[in-house]
Structures are given as structure tokens and as C-alpha cells.
């Protein structure tokens, strides 16, 4: 009989505990994630000395804000990740307005790219339940299907109300700018903002590794090569960290979560604040939102228990460690695109899970369930709605504008 084969750390003593190993695991892929972030920072503002012109008019333009839902929509749903896309979102500003873009120009649209972040994310759901759809009955994935659905009927609630209000008022922006101004001219935040740049960031990242790396990237490839290689490359560090973090921190809490999340269905507060919690732990409400696809697939919970909990993720995928990082590595810029994202989630949790109109996102998500399992297949009905809803529009609405 052929000796089994030992890992190799199985000689390491401090490597021996799995626990360990994780956690090495989650503290690697967030310095990863920090320095991506970055790194993401530098590439955009060498693209930006590039190409300054033409994406003057790209954000400046009439069209910017529905063009930029459109790429935080399409950019969340092939990455599979909302936080990389907010986060991207306010470091590539930050850097841009560094570059010489008016602070206006970056929040007009960088709000929608955030809008369109949030509801890219959730077609997560679905893909989950693609992959449990084997097996279930078709009965039974039918019954699924409205659970499935209803983060895309929250999300998309929420942002075709204030995506309009936005478009045609610029609610959020000109909330936010206000509270720019307060962050700059009364919390003296510029200040704050330096001191953290010049410490440990610059000293373990921005010297050793980014700027180096810059250097050589723009000797070999020109300014505006090394800024695409820059920016690309640290961009797809952020999925790959994120995704670290996530399912590292989501193996630390494995043991035991299942019975946890099946008694906090027993009241809508207790939904919400597991959903909540959950989420703030792993850093994605991708994650958090997708754990509860298999309970609606056996039962264990129906769309009107489960609501409270996916609310519960969205909010706190607004406010948790990675995204509070993003905020603060994009500065002033940061710090105001950071605070449209907890406004949009503030608001939304207000309208529909507080307000007497809590009942309309599980009402419609209801009826649309019912309307796309019409079809014997159900399977396709819910393949067409994904294609068409998150990467079909999207890439006309671009493509148009």
C-alpha cells in the first residue's frame, strides 16, 4: 500500500492547527487586498494623465450616470463581488481627482457606479441556486424561486427610485458633496487623511512594493501601458483577496453557524441582525446572502422569513471592515462616495423593511416568481432573466451611451 502523502507544512508545529492556517490565511489576503487597493489607486491616476480628455467627457458628460449603473452593474456581476467594485470605485476617483478631476465630476459618477454595484451583487443568489437545482424537483425549485428573487427585487427597488431621483435631481450627490464640505471644513479630515498615508501604509506598501512597481511598469510598457497593466493587475489582487478573506472567514465560523441561522429565523429581528452580522464577518454579502438559498430550498425558512436576514446583508455590506478600508484609502473622495453607499442602504432599510411599505419587495418578488415558472422549465426562465437582467442591458446601455 502506497504511504499517504503528508502536506507539507505538516512539519511546522505553529502550522499544524487549521485554525492557525486560516488565520494566516485571512491576515496575507488582507494585506493583499490593502496594497491592491493601492496599487488600483496609481494605475488609475497614470490612465488618467493618459487619457484625461476623453475621460473628462466620459464622466462629465450628459450620459455619465446612467453609463456609470451600467458598469457598476456589469462589473459586479462578472466579478462576483460588490465590495471590490465599491471599492475600486473610490480609490480609481480618488486618484483621478488627484489627477486634476473636479470633485463634482467624480461623485456624479461615482454614485451610480455604486447604485449599480449594489444591485450587480446579487445575482449570486441565483447562481447558488443554479447549483443546488440538481437536487431538487422542479416543484420545489419553483417554490425556491421567489426567495431567489426577492434581493433583486430590494435592490432593484431601490435603485430605479433613487437612481431617478439622482438622475434628475441629484439627490445623493448633493447630499453627500455637503458632507464632504463638512468633512473637509469642519472635521479637518485632509489632515487625518495625511497623517494615515505617510505611516504604516507607506512604509510596508506604498515604498516596497507599489511604487517600485510602478516604476517599472511605466519603463517597459510607457505611462499609459503601465497604468492599464497597473490598474488590471491589482484589480483582479482585489477579487482574489477578497475572496481569501471571505471564504477563510467563513470557514473560521463554520462550526455551529447552520443552528445559529436556523433560530434567528424564529423572529424578523433576529433574521435581520444574523443577516447583518454574518455579512460583517465574512466582508461580502454575496456570501452572506447566498448561505440562505439552501434553507429556502429545503424548507427550512420561505421568502418571508428569509427577507429580513437578506436585508440584514445589505446593509451590512455597506459598512463592513473591507468597505470602511476602501472609504478611508480614497481619502476625502472616499470617505464621500463611502458615505452615498450607507445612505442608499439607510434608505432603502428605512422605505422597505420599516416603512408600511415592507410587504411590496416580498409581494412583487411573489409575482414575478410566479410569472417566471410559468414556463415548465423554470431552469431557463431563471437562466433569461439573469442574461438579460445583469449582462445584456448593462452592456447596451454602454454600448448606446
Known sequence: ????????????????????????????????????????????????????????????????????????????????????????????????????????????????????????????????????ERGMTM???????????????????????????????GFISKIVIRLGDFYVNVLNMETFFSAFENTIIDILIEDPLIKPMKTLAVDYLGTLGGGVFMFVFWFVVIIISMGGITKGLEKLIETGWEDRVKAAFESPAKSFITGFTITFIVGSSSIGSSLVIPFLATRVV??????????????ATAVDMSQIYGYIAGGTVGMVLGSAHVLLNLMALTLWFISPLRFVPVALAEWLGGKLTENENAVYSLFAWVIAVFFVIPIIIIYIF
Not at 420561505?302 to 446593509?315: I, Q, R, S, W
Request: glycine share 8%; charged share 10%.
Open 1 to 132: 500500500m502506497a504511504e499517504k502523502e503528508t502536506a507539507w507544512y505538516s512539519n511546522i508545529p505553529i502550522l499544524s492547527s487549521n485554525r492557525v492556517r486560516l488565520i494566516i490565511t485571512v491576515g496575507l489576503s488582507i494585506f493583499f487586498f490593502i496594497s491592491s487597493l493601492e496599487g488600483v489607486k496609481h494605475g488609475f491616476k497614470l490612465i488618467f494623465s493618459e487619457w484625461q480628455a476623453s475621460i473628462l467627457i466620459m464622466i462629465t458628460g450628459n450620459s455619465a450616470a446612467i453609463t456609470g449603473l451600467a458598469l457598476g452593474m456589469l462589473s459586479t456581476a462578472l466579478v462576483q463581488s460588490s465590495s471590490a467594485v465599491v471599492a475600486a470605485t473610490m480609490v480609481s476617483m480618488s486618484g483621478m481627482v488627484a489627477s486634476g478631476l473636479p470633485m463634482d465630476a467624480a461623485i456624479k459618477f461615482g454614485v451610480p457606479m455604486i447604485l449599480g454595484a449594489n444591485i450587480g451583487t446579487t445575482v449570486t443568489n441565483t447562481i447558488v441556486a443554479f447549483g443546488i
Open 139 to 169: 416543484k420545489e425549485f419553483k417554490d425556491t424561486i421567489p426567495g431567489v428573487i426577492v434581493d433583486d427585487v430590494y435592490e432593484g427597488l431601490t435603485i430605479a427610485l433613487f437612481f431617478i431621483l439622482e438622475l434628475t435631481t
Open 302 to 315: 420561505n421568502l418571508k422569513t428569509a427577507y429580513p436576514y437578506l436585508v440584514g446583508c445589505n446593509l
